[in-house]
């Protein structure tokens, strides 16, 4: 079985967040999410998410296709997941060469949820991430 | 539920920027049917209904909600009139928050739903503080 695991923000959950979700779940048999502590967050993007860790977690354990839901900070081995997980993906890339960038095919056209959604994704734009 | 037929429960809402006072909503909403219908009111009815416009659009606003393994059905809900999106979906228990207990509005409901047999079902409802929150969060009014 082909275990995926997928790290990120998932900061006021969206259409982008849907999107990137599902390309990982395509590749996969069983998707592990691995959602940002909010002082990880805070870390990659300057400020803290707007909706805590435990609200972003409890929503992607309803999301279809998302098994499993589990912290990821900057203590979080990526070498250790690579023992699990044939698929590694993330938001950014401070997993080096052992993740692969997934960047959502689409975003939300709300211009008020991109503009609070601009640090992060400003802070992976840094990092050349498209 | 009892007897056989499936009970068939319908939502309403906004579901704008989705959040865990919405997915309390449909947890409590999924424990009372069998099958669960979230509607999503449009862009438009929502600003008739509360002068301000969503923050996320209607197409979006299905999509998340679409994507929840609590949700088995979602469709657009065009009016304020309950018995038009009744006539299409045909669903036997509307559930409601409980703001709208004992007033006009939640009687006129009520007995507009008793006339086709649907049963109103209130329960609490605190979405729209943190949904006031997260618009005060985003600078939005």
């Given amino acids: ?130 | 539920m009892s007897g056989s037929e499936p009970v068939v429960g319908y939502v309403p809402g906004a579901w704008d920027m989705f959040h865990i006072g919405h997915l309390n909503i449909l947890r409590r909403a999924r424990a009372l049917c069998d099958i669960l219908v979230v509607g999503v009111v449009t862009d438009e009815e929502l600003f008739h209904a509360k002068a301000k416009s969503p923050i996320v659009p209607l197409n979006e606003r299905k999509e998340v909600v679409a994507a929840l393994d609590l949700v088995d059905r979602v469709v657009t809900d065009y009016s304020t009139n309950k018995l038009d999106v009744w006539q299409r979906v045909g669903f036997d228990v509307l559930f409601k928050g409980d703001d709208w207990r004992a007033t006009p509005k939640g009687d006129k409901l009520e007995q507009q739903m008793s006339s086709v047999g649907v049963r109103v079902c209130y329960f609490p409802y605190t979405a729209h503080t943190s949904s006031t929150h997260l618009r005060a969060m985003l600078g939005v009014r």
């Avoid at chain 1, 056209?109 to 991109?114: F, G, I, Y």
Wanted: glycine share 8%; charged share 25%; aromatic share 6%.
């Fill in chain 1, 1 to 130: 079985m082909r275990q995926g695991y997928l790290a990120g923000s998932f900061d006021l959950l969206n259409v982008g967040d849907l999107d990137v979700i599902g390309q990982v779940r395509e590749r996969c048999d069983r998707l592990v999410v691995g959602v940002y502590s909010d002082g990880y967050v805070r870390k990659l993007s300057g400020r803290l998410p707007v909706v805590p860790l435990n609200e972003r977690a409890e929503l992607l354990r309803h999301v279809r296709g998302v098994a499993e839901v589990l912290t990821h900070n900057e203590s979080t081995d990526w070498h250790k997941l690579s023992d699990y997980f044939t698929v590694l993906a993330s938001q950014d890339d401070r997993a080096g060469d052992l993740a692969e960038i997934v960047a959502p095919a689409r975003q939300t056209s709300s211009r008020e949820l991109q503009a609070a959604l601009a640090p992060l994704a400003g802070a992976a734009l840094q990092r050349g991430v498209a």
